[in-house]
């Protein structure tokens, strides 16, 4: 045998043993895949939303209240505003306010003008400040006692109320609603098997929707109310009631 046709042979053997690994190799592979899918078509799938709702009151309280001055002098305007503001601040937190609680939410100096002597830039009449500040407090019982407070101290403007759910017990309330928003998908995929003449044995997919709180929004207040001397001094601020819901969706696995 020539040199040669030597080589040839081992380069054939070589090829016919990488050519069978190759076929044992790709034999495997598939079988895995086969393997993988096999346990597919021994089952349908069922597409279920589960829901849970509840009420619950509020533990949150954001109040927005201020003072609005007007002179004919801007220093005059903030000295006055600043002189009720620090009025204001104190009797809250002698009510009980705290100062970790309160914070301000705008402060405006805003020139005055009357086009109807100057209709092309205005003749400046004086100036208008206005500085309002922002309560958040846990202490909801309590609102009605602030505004009393804040409206005889001074206060002029009370923009809004606006009661909400503590990320405490939001949290506590989704733990429940997930629970029962599971069993309810539970339920009806039971129902629904059985109606169809299946049985559930398994769950192929899960997910939660976003909680949704319903909230009624802030409360407004209307400035010429608080300025009337007339102004009831007892504050009726109910806190109601908060919806709020989850839904899960769920694919279950049924029996054919």
Do not use: C
Not at 119 to 144: A, E, M, P, W, Y
Not at 188 to 193: E, L, P, S, T
């Amino acid at each position: 045998m020539t040199k040669q046709n030597s080589i040839k042979m081992s380069i054939i053997a070589i090829s016919t043993t990488f050519t069978l690994y190759l076929l044992i190799h790709s034999y495997n592979v598939n079988e895995h895949n086969l393997y993988a899918q096999s346990s597919t078509p021994d089952n349908i799938t069922l597409f279920v939303t589960g829901s849970a709702t509840t009420e619950t009151k509020p533990d949150k309280v954001t109040v927005s209240l201020g003072v609005e001055t007007t002179n004919n002098k801007a220093k005059t305007a903030l000295a006055a505003n600043s002189e009720l503001m620090n009025k204001i601040i104190n009797a809250l937190k002698t009510a009980g306010v705290k100062e970790n609680e309160t914070s301000t939410s705008s402060f405006t100096i805003t020139p005055n003008r009357n086009y109807s002597i100057d209709k092309n830039q205005g003749k400046l009449i004086g100036f208008t400040v206005s500085n309002s500040i922002q309560i958040d407090s846990s202490n909801v019982n309590d609102t009605s006692e602030w505004i009393d407070i804040a409206v005889s101290s001074g206060a002029n403007n009370v923009n809004s109320i606006y009661f909400s759910l503590s990320d405490k017990k939001l949290d506590e309330i989704k733990k429940e609603l997930l629970i029962d928003a599971i069993e309810n998908a539970k339920e009806k995929a039971d129902i629904a098997a059985s109606a169809l003449g299946h049985k559930i044995v398994g769950i192929r997919t899960a997910s939660i929707d976003q909680v949704t709180p319903f909230f009624p929004g802030p409360v407004p207040y209307a400035t010429e109310s608080l300025k009337n001397e007339a102004f009831a001094p007892s504050t009726p601020i109910l806190t109601g009631e908060q919806q709020i819901s989850l839904n899960v969706n769920i694919v279950f696995l049924m029996e054919k």
